[in-house]
């Protein structure tokens, strides 16, 4: 369900809590993650509603893709459900669901974060 300016009413992230109370405040900028966890909850939200920026500012610099903002992100993939399987205090192991063509698809990933001046940042994949 969605809210004013095409905005989801529930978070995307699959917290059951409201976008803005949620991941909006992270996306905008108006706080930080305060976890790993957090963050990477954040940017899957991100990648579902097109925040190109907040995976930017949340990507550390040695590994975020060169092209990120110019090219945008891959349209072709409707994010549709993550699920957290476990997660320590820098890595976060996830399921990203998602549809290409009507046909539904698995992202899995184990991502590993780090702090950089104070804010958690998304490095890489460990698998």
């Known amino acids: 369900m969605t809210g004013p300016l095409g905005r989801p009413t529930t978070c995307p992230c699959g917290s ?4 803005d109370s949620c991941c909006g405040p992270l996306h905008r900028g108006a706080r930080q ?3 790993a966890v957090e963050l990477m909850r ?8 097109g925040e190109v920026d907040h995976l930017f500012r949340t990507w550390h610099p040695r590994t975020r893709p060169a092209g990120l903002v ?3 992100l ?5 994010w549709t459900g993550l699920e ?3 997660h320590g205090e820098d890595w976060v192991d996830f399921d990203a669901h998602y549809t ?9 990933e184990r991502s590993r974060f780090e702090q950089r001046a104070g804010r958690w940042v ?3 994949a460990l698998d």
Not at 42 to 49: E, Q, T
Not at 74 to 78: A, C, E, L
Not at 100 to 108: K, L, M, P, R, S
């Open 84 to 86: 957290v399987l476990g």
């Open 100 to 108: 290409v063509d009507g046909v539904a698809g698995v992202q899995h």
């Open 42 to 49: 954040s940017r899957y939200s991100a990648f579902v509603l």
């Open 122 to 124: 998304y490095v890489d």
């Open 33 to 35: 993650a305060g976890t």
């Open 74 to 78: 891959d349209t072709s993939r409707t």
């Open 70 to 72: 110019e090219d945008g």
């Open 16 to 19: 059951a809590a409201s976008y």
